[in-house]
T-cell receptor
């Protein structure tokens, strides 16, 4: 299973873009990059995922490097509610579905 | 539409006692996961079901943990007997087989004293 490396913590000013990096240098060609976040005392929440191309949805943008060895999650206008632990996950697909393997994540603190 | 529902939300038991957690996944979701999350750590997969079949239980400590998913809908995770080290949050998640997004419940916080 490909492993991911994320900074332990980051700060971001409210209203500014939050850029959360993730290294996954051993990713295989058919493995997707997923991002989840976990707000205190809640279950993880899906944010976005991608394979090769950059992706954008209503929550965030995902930028994957051409060699796919790293990616960046971008929250374009961070709010205090975005304070959470953000997990970058490489999804192992097998059998009929897939397995999400969580790492330590990045604790993002959005400050006023 | 209701999300993944777990109960109880909190549970305190004495060591060596049994405990059970219940999970009701999102309607129509064939895949169900149980995760364990220790304080300050990311969730760790315990078991994954596809309908009523446990397709991955390699991380489930089978000497004391058991799980079932009757009729491929609700699921129960049991610990018997509980140990102090079992204190953690137990998370349930579900997803459609064809889809990749897993939805998580709020979890059950277990404290073993």
């Amino acid at each position: 299973d490909a492993k991911t490396t994320q900074p332990t913590s980051m700060d971001c000013a409210e209203g500014r873009a939050a850029n959360l990096p993730c290294n996954h240098s051993t990713i295989s060609g058919n493995e997707y990059v997923y991002w989840y976040r976990q707000i205190h005392s809640q279950g993880p929440q899906y944010i976005i995922h991608g394979l090769k191309n950059n992706e954008t949805n209503e929550m965030a943008s995902l930028i994957i490097t051409e060699d796919r060895k790293s990616s960046t999650l971008i929250l374009p206008h961070a709010t205090l509610r975005d304070t959470a632990v953000y997990y970058c996950i490489v999804r192992v697909v097998y059998n009929q579905g897939g397995k999400l393997i969580f790492g330590q994540g990045t604790e993002l603190s959005v400050k006023p | 539409e209701a999300g993944v529902v777990q109960s109880p939300r909190y549970k305190i038991i004495e060591k060596k006692q049994p405990v059970a957690f219940w999970c009701n996944p999102i309607s129509g979701h064939n895949t169900l996961y149980w995760y364990l999350q220790n304080l300050g750590q990311g969730p760790e997969l315990l078991i994954r079901y596809e309908n009523e079949e446990a397709v991955d239980d390699s991380q489930l400590p089978k000497d004391r943990f058991s799980a079932e998913r009757l009729k491929g809908v609700d699921s129960t995770l049991k610990i018997q007997p509980a140990e102090l080290g079992d204190s953690a949050v137990y998370l349930c998640a579900s997803s459609l087989v064809e889809h990749t997004e897993a939805f998580f419940g709020q979890g059950t916080r277990l404290t073993v004293v």
